[in-house]
């Protein structure tokens, strides 16, 4: 298997979420051909979100598994590009084409690593799976977490799990994501009563009690632990939505998002973000979405293995980290232990996103270590 055709086949499917465009029906035959059982899992309105699940077993050791996704964000401003962010090219080096790095490199990495393996050692101890959704960069309803629920109801186990996503900041074999913390997008809004500049005294001015909201808001939430930094809460916007110039405005609304270590849950989150808002006042209005709760369920096992690939492979000493947002690994971690390792994340989302051909290259060299290292450990 060519490494670099399949990542460049994989880049031209313009599959921005929740858009599949054939991606995980070019997944099913690849993995299909080369002897896995697959079944594509179609959810949401519609059944409009493709996912698949694919495993070859070799024998009744553990279940691992690869999980990644093949939508996409956005290109972004088309005249920014270097190149068309759906017809990959190769410039200097680097790949470039929308969702090289985040993360059609590393589902063609892995798929090369798990073919190598299985040639090479076609009884190993245990089964190889795939679960790929198109369902990740968006809301995340109709993709992974439905998939899980699917592979509950009919009593198939994952036992052990990588994600990857592009962990990397800088170099590939510098970051291994050991959990992530949680995330709350919440909205407030402060009343008061709306009137002419020239006679306060029969108005409220919403905005003077919503910047008293804030700077609560604002105070420090906890001062971390040995694996979480501290949570963070940030202010994305105030918005009165206001163009007159001598209008008290009647209402102020206040968005921000918190970024939570496993001291919080969201609940215990919500009941602090209220308790400081009532030192105040309570003339608003909280409301709040979770994105996912902080998690740290990874396997000494698995980081251990792991970060001994990366060092035989590429001579780096891999840092643990928790850091950075949301992933599909918040779905499978309450099911099983569960490892984000990927590309370089350095142009991820962004116009001409791009990584190294030999960045790719390597990260199949690891993953193909690990999963000798891991099988041969059972």
Known sequence: MDLIKLTSELIEFKSITPKDDGAIEFLY?????NGFKCKILKFGKNNKVNNLYASFKGGNGPNFCFAGHTDVVPAGIMSEWKTDPFKPKIINGKIFGRGTSDMKGAIAAFLSAGFKYIDSFPKFNGTISYLITGDEEGEAKYGTK????????NKKKIDFCIVGEPTNPNFLGEMIKNGRRGSLNGEIEVFGIQGHVAYPEKAKNPIKVALLYCNELLKPLDNGNKIFEPSNLEITSIDVDNEIVNLIP??????????????FTSKTLLSEIRKRLNTVGRNYKLSAKVSGEAFHNSSEKLTSLLSQAIIQISNRKVKLSTSGGTSDARFISKFCPVIEF??????????????????????SEIYEKFLNLFFISQ
């Open 29 to 33: 035959k690849i993995l299909t051909s």
């Open 250 to 263: 009647s209402k102020v609304n206040i968005k921000f998002n918190v970024r939570f270590n496993d001291k």
């Open 146 to 153: 439905k998939v899980l629920n699917w592979l509950s109801e």
């Open 342 to 363: 990927g590309l370089v994340g350095k142009t991820m989302h962004k116009v001409n996103e791009n990584v190294k051909i030999s960045d790719i290259k390597k990260l």
